[in-house]
């Protein structure tokens, strides 16, 4: 009988963390042949989640949960989750249902048809605003283009991965992670299926646009220097465009004498200049922020408290 884990990131759940496992608790009962068991993470939650977890746990003897010391990002608790999994197949979905367990025999199937990962993707993006799906569109072409990483547009997390492919994620232990790219990076064959998006029914959607467009920026940034090149290719194309413009008007001062105060063309290069140099700086600035993140060498999470035997700090 083959085991499937569940890992299940969890922040403020306590409106829809049991009826998550309800739910989900149906789609296993028809699926016999597997093992199941879940791995709830309880990164950090202001409110009851914990002590859902617990009763959930004490309930039924498939949960197993770990609880971190404050809110690590949902990245950390995925990490978490990867790292205590130890089945054959192994899922990682949120727990507000909009990762409807139903696709489960789907990606049971596309597993026995000998895909490493069987990765979902939104198919129809209702009720999202114009701006915020021009954004994500955005998103995925620029990463797609410069970076390793070839995500098709509305990839989510939500995949089932076989045992071996974690093992090879849990070897990229970079601080600053980024699954979604780190699951296309480390390759192996994905199948990718497609699901109409569902509203959060309970509990509310914790990211804003500003955790977005860094979601965004870490996504590039994490798997290319391309910014960096493009900063330096900007830099090399002015240079020789002022090469000409200095002999030019050198040609011109000494043979014409000087004409008209170049007010307007001074104060243009010293802007555009200085925007430029300052975005260089800010690109720079990015990937050196994220070598300081990593030389510390800090720990992705830390556990409180785990009912996983061998951690033994259950909460008394
Ligand atoms: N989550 C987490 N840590 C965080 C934020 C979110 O573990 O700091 C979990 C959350 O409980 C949920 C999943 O990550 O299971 C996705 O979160 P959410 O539904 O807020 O995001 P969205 O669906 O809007 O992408
Ligand atoms: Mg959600």
Redesign the pocket.
């Known amino acids: 009988m083959k085991s499937i884990d569940l890992i299940?990131?969890?922040?403020?759940?306590e409106a829809g963390l049991e009826h998550f496992v309800a739910e989900t608790n149906k789609v296993i009962a028809a699926i016999p042949d597997y093992r199941f068991r879940y791995i709830l993470?309880n990164?950090g939650s202001k409110d009851k989640t914990y002590l859902i977890m617990k009763r959930l746990a004490a309930q039924f003897d498939n949960i197993k949960y770990i609880s971190f010391s404050r809110?690590f990002?949902?990245e950390a608790?995925m990490y978490a989750g990867l790292q205590h999994a130890d089945a054959d197949y192994v899922v990682v979905m949120?727990?507000?249902l909009?990762h409807p367990p139903a696709v489960f025999p789907q990606m049971i199937e596309a597993m026995n048809e000998g895909y490493d990962c069987c990765a979902t993707k939104r198919d129809e993006r209702e009720g999202e605003s114009f701006f915020r799906g021009a954004f994500s569109k955005l998103f995925f072409r620029l990463s797609n283009r410069l970076t390793d990483v070839k995500n098709p547009y509305g990839a989510m997390d939500y995949r089932m991965m076989t045992r071996q492919m974690v093992s090879v994620i849990l070897e990229l232990s970079e601080v600053q992670r980024f699954s979604k790219g780190i699951f296309s990076w480390v390759g192996f064959q994905t199948k990718w299926i497609s699901f109409k998006t569902v509203d959060?029914e309970l509990g509310t959607?914790?990211?804003k646009f500003s955790s977005l467009f860094k979601y965004a920026i870490d996504g590039i940034t994490c798997f290319s220097v391309a910014p960096l090149r493009f900063t330096a290719v900007m830099g090399a194309i002015i240079f020789f465009l002022s090469l000409i413009y200095i002999i030019a008007t050198l040609i011109q001062t000494l043979f014409f004498g000087i004409q008209t105060p170049g007010y307007v063309t001074t104060l243009c290069a010293v802007l555009f200049l200085g925007g430029l140099t300052e975005m260089s700086i800010g690109i720079l600035g990015e990937y050196i922020g994220k070598i300081y993140m990593e030389t510390k060498e800090r720990p992705i999470y830390i556990t409180k408290f785990s009912n996983f035997e061998d951690e033994n700090n259950e909460e008394k």
């Open positions: 299940v990131p969890c922040y403020n759940e993470v990164d809110n990002g949902k608790a949120d727990a507000d909009q959060r959607s914790t990211w």
